[in-house]
C-alpha cells in the first residue's frame, strides 16, 4: 500500500505516538551485539564497549553487567568520582583519587590521578564548549572535574591519555574566573 520513503515516514510516526510499533525499530533499539544483557543503546550511552565479547569493558574480569548494579539507569560509581564501576578497572572504581576509563568524544580514553588524599569528583566530558573560538575544533571534548585541596593550596594532576596526541595539540584550563591557561605536556 505505501511505498519507498513514504513507508518510512509512516512508520517512524506510528512509533513516535504510540499507536503501533515499528518492528523494524524495536528491534534496533534492544539490539545486545554481545549478548552480555545490556542493550548497544544503553552501553554505548554509558561509555562501554559493544564490541567486546567478554562484555567486560575495562577487562577487570567483572562483566559490565554485574558493575552496573542491576539499574542501568543509575549505574554504580562506588567511589563517587563520576566515572561509573563498569568503566573503572579493579581497584580504581573504590578510590576517588584516580579515575580511569572515561571516553572522550574521538573514542579514545583519559586516565585522571590526582596527588595522594586529593579527591576527585563530579567527573564529566562533553564534546565542546559553547561559543567555541573560530577555528579550533575539540576532538578530546572538554573535560571537568572537581577535586578537594587545603585552603589555598594547589592541586596537581595527571591527565594520560590512550591514544596519541597529535603533535600540534593545545591543552588549555579554564580557572574560575573563566580565564584560559596553557597546560603543559610531557
Ligand atoms: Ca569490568
Ligand atoms: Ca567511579
Ligand atoms: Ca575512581
Redesign the pocket.
Known amino acids: 500500500m505505501f511505498a519507498g520513503k513514504n513507508c518510512a515516514r509512516l512508520c517512524i510516526w506510528l512509533f513516535h505516538v504510540g499507536v503501533y510499533q515499528c518492528t523494524t525499530n524495536v528491534a534496533t533499539y534492544q539490539q545486545d551485539s554481545n549478548n552480555d544483557g545490556v542493550i548497544d543503546f544503553k552501553a554505548t550511552e554509558l561509555g562501554l564497549d559493544v564490541s567486546k565479547p567478554s562484555g ?9 553487567f ?2 552496573l548494579g542491576g539499574d542501568i539507569s543509575n549505574p554504580l560509581d562506588s567511589d563517587g568520582d563520576g566515572v561509573i ?3 573503572e ?1 579493579g581497584s580504581m572504581a573504590a578510590d576517588a583519587t584516580i579515575a580511569s576509563g572515561l571516553k572522550l568524544p574521538d573514542g579514545s580514553r583519559v586516565e585522571i590521578a590526582t596527588a595522594s588524599g586529593k579527591l576527585l569528583s563530579g567527573i564529566n566530558v562533553v564534546a565542546a564548549v559553547a561559543n567555541s573560538p573560530a577555528g579550533v575544533s575539540f576532538p578530546f571534548g572538554v573535560l571537568s572535574y572537581n577535586t578537594t585541596s587545603d585552603t589555598g593550596a594547589s592541586v596537581e594532576i595527571a591527565l594520560t591519555f590512550s591514544g596519541e596526541l597529535p603533535v600540534n595539540i593545545k591543552l588549555y584550563k579554564v580557572d574560575r574566573f573563566l580565564q584560559l591557561r596553557t597546560i603543559t605536556r610531557y
Open positions: 567486560d569493558s575495562d577487562d577487570d574480569g567483572i562483566s559490565d554485574i558493575e564501576n563498569a568503566l578497572s
